[in-house]
């Protein structure tokens, strides 16, 4: 009996052995066999997580380090370049989007029987001319951009680049004209009470913690498309 036992005792762990070995050679004549393809496969694993940091991740990191979520920079917002055809020229270098043409023209022409003349002192601006004024009156003026960014936007940056944006000036009072000054003339008076019948809205009031107070910059919100154009600003304010 305890020989039996003994032979039983060491039977057991031998066939596992046995058995374990088996199964390891197997195995590992497998994993020899799949080597290469293994390699391969972690090879392509690994090159495409590198490719994702140093191309993916890091870029994203860069970007946000310049722009926060809302995508503003220096608190302006980014706004397209308007495509040609949907210009129209107003006057003499005025340019405007096509569809708040009438309706500025009709709030000048009311704003005259009124008694009250207002100047458009500028429209659309290119992406370009953005670029020239934001950089050349940065340099002139020795500001940092930051700083230059509370009085002008950054080139691609400017609600006028989408043609519906209009500086206005009093016709009797030109020395106000881009001027805080503005808001004392009959003519800003008289677009606090009106502008919004034609569809017009002051962009940087009083409460912009980014942007000085510009009351003589307005935007037209009359069409679908420049609602769309102006929507994450109006989201936000
Ligand atoms: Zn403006």
């Given at each position: 009996?305890?020989?039996?036992?003994d032979?039983n005792q060491f039977?057991?762990?031998?066939?596992?052995?046995?058995?374990?070995?088996?199964?390891?050679?197997?195995?590992?004549?497998?994993?020899?066999?799949?080597?290469?393809?293994?390699?391969?496969?972690?090879?392509?694993?690994?090159?495409?997580?590198?490719?994702?940091?140093?191309?993916?991740?890091?870029?994203?990191?860069?970007?946000?380090?310049?722009?926060?979520?809302?995508?503003?920079?220096?608190?302006?917002?980014?706004?397209?370049?308007?495509?040609?055809?949907?210009?129209?020229?107003?006057?003499?270098?005025?340019?405007?989007?096509?569809?708040?043409?009438?309706?500025?023209?009709?709030?000048?022409?009311?704003?005259?029987?009124?008694?009250?003349?207002?100047?458009?002192?500028?429209?659309?601006?290119?992406?370009?001319?953005?670029?020239?004024?934001?950089?050349?009156?940065?340099?002139?003026?020795?500001?940092?951009?930051?700083?230059?960014?509370?009085?002008?936007?950054?080139?691609?940056?400017?609600?006028?680049?989408?043609?519906?944006?209009?500086?206005?000036?009093?016709?009797?009072?030109?020395?106000?004209?881009?001027?805080?000054?503005?808001?004392?003339?009959?003519?800003?008076?008289?677009?606090?009470?009106?502008?919004?019948?034609?569809?017009?809205?002051?962009?940087?009031?009083?409460?912009?913690?980014?942007?000085?107070?510009?009351?003589?910059?307005?935007?037209?919100?009359?069409?679908?498309?420049?609602?769309?154009?102006?929507?994450?600003?109006?989201?936000?304010?």
């Amino acid at each position: 009996m305890e020989q039996n036992k003994d032979l039983n005792q060491f039977d057991i762990p031998f066939a596992r052995r046995t058995h374990l070995n088996n199964s390891n050679s197997i195995f590992n004549k497998k994993l020899l066999i799949l080597s290469p393809f293994l390699f391969l496969l972690f090879s392509i694993f690994a090159l495409r997580l590198i490719r994702n940091i140093e191309i993916g991740s890091l870029d994203n990191l860069n970007f946000q380090d310049q722009i926060n979520h809302d995508h503003r920079i220096l608190g302006h917002l980014p706004y397209a370049e308007i495509p040609k055809e949907k210009l129209v020229l107003i006057e003499p270098n005025i340019e405007v989007h096509i569809d708040m043409r009438n309706s500025l023209l009709n709030m000048r022409e009311e704003a005259k029987k009124d008694g009250i003349f207002l100047v458009f002192l500028s429209g659309f601006r290119s992406i370009n001319l953005q670029n020239d004024i934001f950089y050349s009156l940065k340099s002139s003026r020795n500001q940092e951009a930051a700083e230059r960014a509370r009085v002008s936007a950054p080139p691609g940056y400017s609600e006028h680049s989408t043609g519906f944006a209009i500086d206005i000036g009093d016709a009797a009072h030109r020395e106000t004209d881009f001027q805080t000054e503005f808001e004392n003339t009959d003519a800003f008076r008289w677009l606090i009470k009106n502008a919004a019948k034609f569809h017009f809205k002051l962009s940087f009031n009083k409460n912009n913690k980014f942007i000085d107070y510009e009351p003589w910059h307005w935007r037209y919100e009359g069409s679908i498309e420049a609602l769309k154009v102006f929507e994450t600003s109006n989201r936000e304010l």
